[in-house]
């Protein structure tokens, strides 16, 4: 088991709070707006303020050609299946539950690193996977028949998940010597290019002006999601082992469940209590640390 520095307790605790709150953020963002082209706005605000960060920390821009190849594989599958498939879902989906499935992505590493890419994952690490898997169960508890009506929502939740569970892995195995913050940016550019054509060809006969709350929506995605939240991700998707940065987030879906629930005014039952429960354990069983023996 992997134990958090100072540094990394204060990232994953203010990654927690800006995703988990982000999620009935983005809900009100695509409500009534085209959902790719709410992205693309909110990248192309983004995506300078992440370079901003990097001036501001003298971090080299500079990616060797040798590792473009590289680069885009990790874009792909970090980010542009990610933000594609994930914003169309949260459109049709209640963002509590969106939040949900795009959080099974732990579930989808864990796996993907023990059955593709050779983790031996000790018995606590698996009873952290399995104690989100039920979490994530009960919290669906409720939605099971709603979600069965949306089955493209839910598909596409899913699909978002484990192309960014096998990106975490990928980001985690990379051998680029280039600072993470670097990696980040021309990942958030590239993907940016993407959003912008894919909101051209598909919604363009839908395009009209943002409202106020869209516009809020917006400037809370490309300040704290992509200028900061992004970054920190990638950052500890990096430093951690993979079942240690991916089950560390599972919070998140739960904040946006319950954040959803006071903004959004989504129904909360004994399960979602329960998931609470089960998530914490799901994380301590994971970066608690072992006890020495001598």
């Not at 060797?64 to 989906?93: C, D, K, P, Y």
């Not at 992004?230 to 940065?245: C, I, T």
Request: glycine share 8%; proline share 5%.
């Amino acid at each position: 088991m992997h134990k958090l520095s100072s540094r990394q307790w204060t990232v994953l605790i203010l990654l927690t709070l800006v995703w988990g709150i982000n999620w009935p953020i983005m809900k009100i963002g695509v409500t009534g707006f085209p959902p790719l082209t709410f992205r693309a706005l909110c990248m192309w605000l983004g995506t300078p303020v992440l370079a901003l960060v990097l001036v501001v920390q003298r971090v080299p821009f500079r990616i060797g050609r040798a590792h473009w190849r590289e680069l885009l594989l990790l874009a792909t599958f970090n980010m542009f299946f990610w933000h594609g498939l994930i914003i169309v879902a949260v459109q049709s989906l209640s963002s509590g539950r969106a939040a949900i499935l795009g959080y099974t992505m732990p579930m989808f590493s864990a796996v993907l690193g023990a059955l593709v890419f050779g983790d031996r994952l000790a018995k606590r690490a698996w009873g952290g996977v399995a104690a989100a898997s039920i979490g994530v169960v009960l919290l669906l508890w409720h939605e099971l028949s709603n979600l069965s009506g949306k089955p493209m929502g839910v598909l596409l939740a899913l699909g978002a998940a484990s192309t960014w569970a096998l990106g975490t892995q990928l980001l985690r195995r990379t051998t680029m010597p280039v600072p993470t913050l670097a990696i980040s940016f021309w990942m958030a550019f590239l993907t940016t290019g993407v959003m912008t054509v894919l909101a051209v060809l598909l919604e363009r006969d839908q395009w009209h002006a943002p409202s106020d709350a869209t516009w809020g929506a917006i400037a809370f995605n490309a300040v704290l999601v992509f200028g900061f939240a992004q970054a920190a991700w990638f950052y500890l998707a990096r430093s951690l082992p993979p079942v240690a940065s991916t089950l560390s987030v599972m919070l998140i879906p739960v904040l946006g469940v319950f954040s959803g629930a006071v903004g959004l005014g989504e129904v909360l039952h004994w399960q979602d209590w329960a998931a609470v429960a089960l998530m914490m354990l799901s994380i301590a069983a994971v970066l608690w640390p072992k006890r020495q023996t001598n």
